[in-house]
């Protein structure tokens, strides 16, 4: 019996080390199969995200950028189209806020998690400041907002003419030369009123801004743009529906500058009126003007202009230039060439009807130079300054009274002046000493 057992307990001994021998033997390549088995299930999901890109945040940027640093070899670029949309989830209205996003959260596709791209746009709006009144999709209502805010003003306001600006830089960056444009608007057309789009000014903030001129009774109105019912019935309807879905890229131009292109022509075909950039200097009237743009620069031979410029357009309701123009844009849109949808534009549109044998007469006018572009953007600098010598002082003098007889404005290209100070006795001074409505600012002394 006691053998029996002895030999029992031996079987049993030998089976558990044979049992411990397997499973240690085996342990390593059950470790190896799980790990395996995680890495495929990971490579897995990282091949089903990559192939379904996350949707972009609800959420755009401040526009914190500066609208004066694009493009160094293009300093001709007025203030309104300079400065540096959101994704295409974004709002019509919140359209203007975004710059660092146009490139990358607008139409490329982004190869990072939603929760990742959220957490970044968290940051990004607590770094720019964004309120979520800023940030919020519009309604409905919202839409509805923009057309009755813009026919209540105009109903109520008796215009004698109807100017648009379009500001789509930061608050902070609407400085004294963009109030003294206002300013010269209102010296030469008092019974007029202004229509400032943009989603910066239209707060409490921008309200005090304007306050000075709502004080006197001038009558000026900060809106956000609803994009959808501007460019409604035209064929930026579709150019824009195309370029939230993502459809073609907006290249490497900020987009905001060519919205801005866009916009002035669909504001003046839906309404009429005056657009005027925000480096521009008012000189005189322009109530007595329909239908016409200005030439930047003539051929030095044939003396016929070389290239018009869209820095100060003025045209009625539905007139069919713009719409040409507006055409033209949606169907030659290129964001990768400085100019290629603003001043080259109008320029390549207004050629072809001067070449071609159509008999159709469009009723618009090309003005000269002198009348808007009095000053080329390579000398706007000698305007800021005071002379210092007898000869200077005459050619000071002969040049503001020629400014004075025959300029109904002067555009001060803002890449090249925007560091340059005004000194006393400067032609840029008197002018603005003409033009002025507050009279006593520290901007003119």
Same mark, same amino acid.
């Given at each position: 019996?006691?053998?029996?057992?002895?030999?029992?307990?031996?079987?049993?001994?030998?089976?558990?080390?044979?049992?411990?021998?397997?499973?240690?033997?085996?342990?390593?390549?059950?470790?190896?199969?799980?790990?395996?088995?995680?890495?495929? !299930?990971?490579?897995?999901?990282?091949?089903?995200?990559?192939?379904?890109?996350?949707?972009?945040?609800? @959420?755009?940027?401040?526009?914190?950028?500066?609208? =004066?640093?694009?493009?160094?070899?293009?300093?001709?670029?007025?203030?309104?189209?300079? @400065?540096?949309?959101?994704?295409?989830?974004?709002?019509? @209205?919140?359209?203007?806020?975004?710059?660092?996003?146009?490139?990358?959260? %607008?139409?490329?596709?982004?190869?990072?998690?939603?929760?990742?791209?959220?957490?970044?746009?968290?940051?990004?709006?607590?770094?720019? &400041?964004?309120?979520?009144?800023?940030?919020?999709?519009?309604?409905?209502? @919202?839409?509805?907002?923009?057309?009755?805010?813009?026919? +209540?003003?105009?109903?109520?306001?008796?215009?004698?003419?109807?100017?648009?600006?379009?500001? !789509? +830089?930061?608050?902070?960056?609407?400085?004294?030369?963009?109030?003294?444009?206002?300013?010269?608007?209102?010296?030469? =057309?008092?019974?007029?009123?202004?229509?400032?789009?943009?989603?910066?000014?239209?707060?409490?903030?921008?309200?005090?801004?304007?306050?000075?001129?709502?004080?006197?009774?001038?009558?000026?109105?900060?809106?956000?743009?609803?994009?959808?019912?501007?460019?409604?019935?035209?064929?930026?309807?579709?150019?824009?529906?195309?370029? /939230?879905?993502?459809?073609?890229?907006?290249?490497?131009?900020? *987009?905001?500058?060519?919205?801005?292109?866009?916009?002035?022509?669909?504001?003046?075909?839906?309404?009429?009126?005056?657009?005027?950039?925000?480096?521009?200097? !008012?000189?005189?009237?322009?109530?007595?003007?329909?239908?016409?743009?200005?030439?930047?620069?003539?051929?030095?031979?044939?003396?016929?202009?070389?290239?018009?410029? #869209?820095?100060?357009?003025?045209?009625?309701?539905?007139?069919?230039?713009?719409?040409? %123009?507006?055409?033209?844009?949606?169907?030659?849109?290129?964001?990768?060439?400085?100019?290629?949808?603003?001043?080259?534009?109008?320029?390549?549109?207004?050629?072809?009807? #001067?070449?071609?044998?159509?008999?159709?007469?469009?009723?618009?006018?090309?003005?000269?130079?002198?009348?808007?572009?009095?000053?080329?953007?390579?000398?706007?600098?000698?305007?800021?300054?005071?002379?210092?010598?007898?000869?200077?002082?005459?050619?000071?003098?002969?040049?503001?009274?020629?400014?004075?007889? =025959?300029?109904?404005?002067? =555009? *001060?290209?803002?890449?090249?002046?925007?560091?340059?100070?005004?000194?006393? &006795?400067?032609?840029?001074? /008197?002018?603005?000493?003409?033009?002025?409505?507050?009279?006593?600012?520290?901007?003119?002394?």
């Amino acid at each position: 019996m006691e053998e029996s057992r002895r030999t029992e307990q031996v079987d049993l001994l030998q089976r558990l080390k044979k049992l411990t021998v397997s499973l240690v033997c085996c342990l390593p390549l059950s470790l190896l199969g799980l790990l395996l088995m995680l890495l495929l !299930i990971y490579n897995s999901f990282s091949a089903f995200s990559l192939h379904f890109d996350p949707i972009p945040p609800k @959420s755009t940027l401040s526009l914190n950028y500066n609208h =004066h640093q694009v493009l160094h070899h293009h300093p001709s670029l007025s203030s309104s189209s300079r @400065s540096t949309l959101t994704s295409s989830s974004k709002s019509d @209205s919140s359209m203007l806020l975004a710059v660092k996003e146009t490139s990358l959260g %607008f139409v490329q596709k982004q190869k990072v998690s939603p929760i990742k791209t959220e957490r970044r746009t968290r940051r990004r709006k607590r770094r720019n &400041g964004l309120t979520p009144a800023m940030t919020q999709k519009p309604q409905g209502k @919202s839409r509805q907002k923009f057309k009755t805010r813009i026919k +209540s003003f105009l109903s109520e306001s008796s215009c004698e003419s109807l100017f648009f600006m379009i500001w !789509i +830089s930061s608050l902070e960056s609407f400085g004294e030369r963009e109030r003294f444009t206002i300013e010269s608007l209102f010296k030469s =057309h008092p019974n007029s009123c202004l229509i400032l789009v943009s989603n910066s000014l239209d707060c409490e903030r921008g309200t005090l801004i304007l306050k000075p001129f709502t004080d006197k009774g001038l009558k000026v109105l900060a809106i956000k743009p609803d994009f959808t019912y501007i460019f409604k019935d035209t064929s930026a309807e579709k150019w824009f529906e195309r370029l /939230k879905k993502g459809m073609f890229s907006p290249g490497v131009i900020p *987009l905001e500058q060519n919205l801005s292109n866009i916009l002035r022509l669909a504001l003046l075909y839906k309404f009429g009126g005056i657009y005027l950039d925000t480096d521009v200097i !008012i000189l005189k009237p322009l109530t007595s003007l329909h239908n016409v743009i200005g030439a930047q620069t003539v051929d030095p031979v044939t003396r016929k202009w070389s290239r018009l410029n #869209n820095a100060v357009l003025i045209f009625d309701k539905n007139h069919p230039l713009l719409k040409s %123009f507006i055409d033209e844009f949606s169907r030659t849109f290129n964001g990768n060439k400085w100019g290629h949808n603003g001043p080259y534009l109008v320029s390549r549109v207004v050629a072809r009807f #001067n070449v071609s044998n159509s008999s159709w007469d469009m009723g618009f006018s090309v003005l000269p130079p002198s009348s808007f572009y009095p000053v080329d953007w390579t000398r706007i600098s000698g305007f800021y300054r005071a002379s210092v010598n007898g000869r200077e002082a005459n050619w000071s003098h002969k040049r503001l009274m020629h400014l004075r007889k =025959h300029s109904l404005s002067v =555009h *001060l290209w803002n890449r090249e002046s925007k560091k340059l100070r005004i000194e006393k &006795g400067s032609i840029i001074q /008197k002018l603005m000493s003409d033009s002025c409505i507050f009279c006593n600012s520290s901007f003119l002394h």
